[in-house]
């Protein structure tokens, strides 16, 4: 079975600077892979996805995502971090012909001024 | 806003009881899904419909049900509740069966069984 795999469960990095979450999944054959974000009280929202094109991915937000087969990752950077960036992140991922969504744990995001 | 809707927004009740949560999906999607959020288990799929037809079960519970309707809008039920079904419960709806398509997320309802 799918599983994916969040390194950090809280991330906290300076306004200004490089935001890195890690995601690591678990499946020989490259899923479908998503980066969601969750402010309080609200629902998931869609950064980005990989779905075989492009291996550098360009979210909303600023966000990025690099899809590395032969480390099974699919990491999400920024260059620089903003007070609004502070949320939990959550990465998927969803294989052919399941359109059903694993998640990993998540990261919360603090973002330090 | 996504365009899913979800009602009601917060529900408290009492071990053993049965609630019902409704899901309206974007307009022109067929696929609604079900997402349990706690804080032990995270984010878990329990199950999809498509076009009305049960599409995939995840970890749902037996006590668990859920159905959708011919106006798309779908309905997750939960009895016989236990003090570890308090979680927030999140219904997505996508165009199709792609596995890519994204998956858009109501705002969730917040059940407290006490």
């Known amino acids: 079975a799918q599983s994916v795999t969040q390194l950090g469960s809280h991330v906290s990095v300076s306004e200004g600077a490089l935001v890195l979450l890690r995601c690591n999944y678990s499946?020989?054959?490259?899923?479908?892979l998503f980066w969601y974000v969750q402010y309080p009280n609200q629902g998931l929202q869609l950064l980005l996805k990989y779905t075989s094109a492009a291996t550098l991915v360009k979210g909303i937000n600023g966000f990025e995502a690099e899809f590395k087969k032969s480390e099974t990752s699919f990491h999400l950077t920024k260059p620089s971090a903003h007070m609004s960036d502070a949320a939990e992140y959550f990465c998927a991922a969803a294989n052919f012909g399941n359109e059903k969504l694993t998640f990993g744990t998540g990261t919360r995001l603090t973002i330090i001024p | 806003d996504s365009g899913v809707t979800q009602t009601p927004k917060h529900l408290i009740t009492a071990t053993g009881q049965r609630v019902t949560l409704r899901c309206s999906p974007r307009?022109?999607?067929?696929?609604v899904y079900w997402y349990q959020q706690s804080l032990d288990q995270g984010l878990q799929f329990l199950i999809q419909y498509y076009n009305g037809e049960e599409r995939a079960k995840g970890n749902i519970l037996e006590r668990f049900s859920a159905q959708q309707f011919p106006d798309l809008h779908s309905e997750l039920n939960l009895s016989s509740l236990e003090l570890g079904d308090s979680a927030l419960y999140f219904c997505a709806s996508s165009e199709g069966l792609a596995g890519g398509n994204e998956q858009f997320f109501g705002p969730g309802t917040r059940l407290t069984v006490l």
């Open positions: 499946s020989s054959v490259p899923p479908y």
């Open positions: 307009s022109g999607d067929l696929s």
